[in-house]
């Protein structure tokens, strides 16, 4: 079974790790362990003898002294008892070569600015979340500390050392005041009375100590501290611990409660409340820590990987964002995403009923019939059959064909841009590169450009095909008809007859039908094989000859991100680093049981 020391120097090391790769809680748009692992934050008035507690469970001189607020900004202490025979050190993590020896227990400890009633005037110096003091303390300085301090203690993860010197009325107390308000049922608060010594003569805190002046759940300490004089005198923390235990055995008012009192009682209090409350909250750590590196996980994989540096693997991304985007724009047409289903509906609806909407009944009308047939015959008229008429009412009728062609060809190269713009932005790995996106629009866009110039050129020469050789067998039909339908000659001699207009104009309509009818499947042919199918296989045929032949910091170019999503990666790279050390270490201490 874990030890309750393992324990606590697994969060020891969980905090430490969340202090270099920057979680210090209180970020909004990442997740954070710090506040979820339980701390002892200390907490009093100013000068109220907080940093002299902390030396003094500590062992060691190493916090400023001084009049006023010494302490500027929250104190983090890490203390870790090293194996027999090991020298023992302390290391601040800002300060990470220079160590500082005897220490004492294992123990968490945050010190805070102390509470003050009054702005008073102090050198320049910054506090905590860059409040600069420009000349002396700012009027808000005792709102922005009490904010301060109340952000730390508010949370149900902390244990609260309120520190309030002996000789002040505890209902005074600024500790205990702002403890009672974010702790009532007082589950989190530990009191502690220092100063004992300095109490007026005939007086002390016994109904204090004992609970009957102010109860709490946990038993109060006295802390006897050294006094100005003794550190000036060089005391050691070992002589003072010495002078502490003898003040508490041989003093009449508190010599029944000296085994509980003391700095170093204190100590192993705090330590083993701290390892409990660890012990407790483990599952719900381990909870965390598991559901947060899933959420970072995957956020990282919608971010995607870091840019490579070397133009080689820049050329391999692009060229991998490339086929991404093109693999999508191939879904498209083929049906795995909505969108290709469009282009046939243009062959299916929209050109039949433009062939329909031709307006072939104006110039197969009576009155054209008999102008165009008169016009080409000229100073001779036919003698049997007005083929020279027959010839331009066709071509005339055929190039109305050449509108439904064109408009073919045009709304199916709407609809390929239309598909390129949504396979962009439906491509979530080019979301990073912006300019690559409009790189790649770009040349699918002259791609298709050029495609749709093919398109046109070769429905148009379809149509242009229909019209330089009619379908000689369709004609030859024609005498036989008449032949079966009655006396030729006759037919011949009224050749400027009403009916004779009829029969051709009926003639060229059951052609011009027969050619709408070819057409109809011709022309989406040429445009799917002259726009969609190159569009398939060649859409950034030429953006790819164009890239080989940039360099590195063209490339680069490409891949530029927002700076905004790199900075995001790289505080989620850390996060995920964080919380993958956290449960190394946690496993740690549960495959140790």
Known sequence: ?????????TVNRIQRACTVLGDHGGD???????????????????????????????????????????????????????ERGLQEYGEFLHLPKKKFTDFFVNLTLIDLPGLTKVAVGIPPAFLLRSLFLVEGQPESIVQDIESMVRSYVEKPNCIILAITPANQDIATSDAMKLSREVDPTGERTFGVLTKLDLMDKGTNAIDVLEGRAYPLQHPWVGIVNRSQADIKKNVDMIASRRMEREFFASSPDYGHLASK???????????????SVIRARLPGITSLINKSIEELEAELSHL???????????????????????????????????????????????????????????????QNI???????????????????????????????????????VDAVHFLLKELVRRSIAETEELKRFPTLQAEIAAAASEALERFREESKKTSLRMVDMESSYLTVDFFRKLPQEVEKGGNPTSSSV???????????????????????????????KAVVYCQVREAKQSLLDHFYIQLGKKEGKQLAELLDEDPALMERRQQCVKRLELYKSARDEIDSVLWAR
């Open 304 to 366: 995607g990987r870091s840019v490579a540096i070397d133009a080689g693997a820049q050329l391999y991304t692009i060229l991998e964002l490339c086929r991404a985007f093109d693999r999508i724009f191939k879904e498209h047409l083929d049906g795995g995403r909505p969108g290709g289903d469009r282009i046939y509906g243009v062959f299916d609806h929209q050109l039949p009923a433009a062939l329909r909407k031709l307006p072939f009944d104006r110039h197969l009308s009576l």
């Open 261 to 275: 009192m003391g700095s170093e009682y204190l100590a192993k209090v705090l330590s083993k409340h701290l390892e």
């Open 370 to 408: 008999r102008k165009v047939v008169s016009e080409a015959d000229g100073y001779q008229p036919h003698l049997i059959a007005p083929e020279q008429g027959y010839r331009r009412l066709i071509d005339g009728a055929l190039n109305y064909f050449r509108g439904p062609a064109e408009a073919s």
């Open 28 to 82: 909004s748009n990442l997740p954070t362990l710090w506040e979820a692992l339980p701390s002892v934050v200390v907490v009093g008035g100013q000068s109220s003898g907080k940093s002299s507690v902390l030396e003094s469970i500590v062992g060691r001189d190493f916090l400023p002294r001084g009049s006023g607020i010494v302490t500027r900004r929250p104190l983090v202490l890490q203390l870790h008892k090293t």
């Open 494 to 524: 009224d050749r400027y007859a009403e009916s004779h207009f009829r029969r051709i104009g009926s003639n060229v309509y059951s052609y011009v039908g027969m050619v709408s009818d070819t057409l109809r499947n011709t022309i989406p």
């Open 1 to 9: 079974m874990a030890t309750m020391e393992s324990l606590i120097v």
